[in-house]
């Protein structure tokens, strides 16, 4: 084939490809007329599926129906399509034929006969049944309903104009929490006021066998509450004083925020070993998802609880106050996520301080995150190559998907990097304003504009940098975009600003002690390079750290140690004892399996256990006590 004939058909090809994906109508911002009747039969908890029905009004011609691809609180592509199924087309009781755009395949495009006023559709949404298939959200005991995965609608309108009536069929006795209104419960099936399509898909429910509400700001005008299901009656039973940490939440938020932007707010909180983890934020509730033990086992589980808080500040920031590029007119329109430093990290800031606050995470332990975090960022090779900036890019490059060296390719590192992006920003003005304004005053300025609405109000980057002049002069915009786009050291100003350091010390504090306890994992990032499960099996590697440069890689196992098979307390004592005891001038010997193969491994290494901690800074204001009391 000559090179003009080939270039030829590629033209053609294009010309084809491009006429085929205009057949999809663009949003436009205008009502759709009618009502669609959405109609979800979740009853099957045993198969674990949805049953789906929908009847679209409809004029005669074509028509294309969507399928939602991009999920605004999962920043991507993410809409589960390979999850839906059966899909079958009919007008006045007649099929319809349909066929599935060639290159937009969240698209389906059929033609609406002449005497036709709907079309009516049957599908299922076929919840995963095993890990490696998906998140499961159904199970014998809990249902999670996300509207986005259980819908199609018509193309050429913006969501918010499209009105749809939900109802959903409950297997028989349970009950739910959802932001959701209620219009009336006929037995298991309860109807819903009609509502738009974007409110709708941003209104989740969960629903359970063991189901219970608590009222988290009693005799309130917008009344808050925590909606609990389990996989057991014992789980969703909460001591009085642990409702209490969460009522002081609401309330500490309240004194940030100064404000409120919703009618009412329902967190759906389901503790479950079985239904799928979540935390996904909503405009006037949210998703979350933990293991069964959150109440029963309330010292041992203090690590998840600050899910909660994080979650409930995106009502504020994400939700109310959203980044302008995230402006979108449908769920099938890319979003930008060049602002999620903000949307995530100072939501992830935030919850840090509420959770503190509040008391729903000890103060101290709240100090160990932080500590954490530190470390994490100063041993981040990857900082070396590609800045914090990029990385809110990774829900779209990567989607969540597990990666092998994630020291070396970063992963969504906006949220925590940003929280210390935050961090510094916070002292910088307290330190600016001889600690008379904080990011305090930025939080009420910012968020609390319009007490009461709780219709979308999108900023841009230089609305943020405006904010913060408002309250501190500064350059601003060069303070973020070098930290934000610089590559090299991690920015820990704040933890200077705010009178600490972080240190490594040879025992872990109570709070990391108790993680690695709940994740039955052993931590010798900082010392050995690497971090390991119960089995021995290589967790997370540093990159060009010692571990590293002995050879070690993803998938590979620690079988034994100097000798004596592996335990965790096993390398800690070999550990100890290439610095202090007899074997100090030894390497340790690691007797290591990947696939099928066997070696020794020596590493020589003589400085002992490092855990991350923060350390008071003598004769130094102390800013992160002030920052994480509560506010009276």
Known sequence: MTVMRKTLL????????????????????????????????????????????????????????????????????????????????????????????????????????????????????????????????????????????????PAGHSTRRITVQPSLTLPEGWQYGSALETAERQGDTVQFKALDLETMVDSPLFAGRYFKRYDLDPGAKIPVHLNVVADTAEAVEAKPEQIELHRAMVQQAYKLFNSQHYQHYDFLLALSEEFGGVGREHHQSSENGVKLDYFTEWNKAESVRGLLPHEFTHSWNGKFRRPADQNVPNFNTPLQNSLLWVYEGQTQYWGQVLSARSGIQKMESVRDIMAANAARYDHMQGRSWRPVQDTTNDPIINGRRPLGWTNWQRSEDYYNEGALIWLDVDTKIREMSNDTKSLDNFARNFFGIDNGAYVANHYTFEDVVKALNAIQPHDWAAFLRTRLDGTGAAPLDGYARAGWKLVYTDTPTPYLKAVEERSKSADFQYSLGFSLNSEGKVEALQWEGLGFKAGIGGGTTVLAVNGTAYKADVLRAAVTAAKTGGKADKPIELLVKKGAKYRTILLDYHDGLKYPRLERIPGTPDRLQTILSPLK
């Open 10 to 153: 590629a033209l053609l090809l294009s010309a084809a490809l491009t006429a085929q994906a205009d057949t999809i109508p663009a949003p436009v911002d205008q009502p759709y007329p009618g009502t669609i009747v959405l109609k979800v039969d979740a009853s099957n908890t045993a198969q674990q599926i949805f049953r789906i029905s929908e009847t679209i009004p409809a004029k005669p011609g074509k028509l294309t129906l969507l399928y939602p691809q991009w999920v605004p609180a999962n920043h991507g592509p993410s809409g589960p399509l390979n999850q839906l199924a059966g899909l079958k087309f009919s007008a006045n009781g007649k099929p319809l034929a349909w066929k599935r755009d060639t290159v937009n395949v969240h698209a389906f495009h059929l033609e609406v006969p002449r005497d036709a006023k709907a079309v009516e559709v049957e599908y299922q949404y076929l919840s995963p049944t095993e890990a490696n298939q998906g998140r499961t959200t159904i199970t014998s005991e809990i249902l999670g309903i996300q509207w986005h995965s259980m819908v199609l609608y």
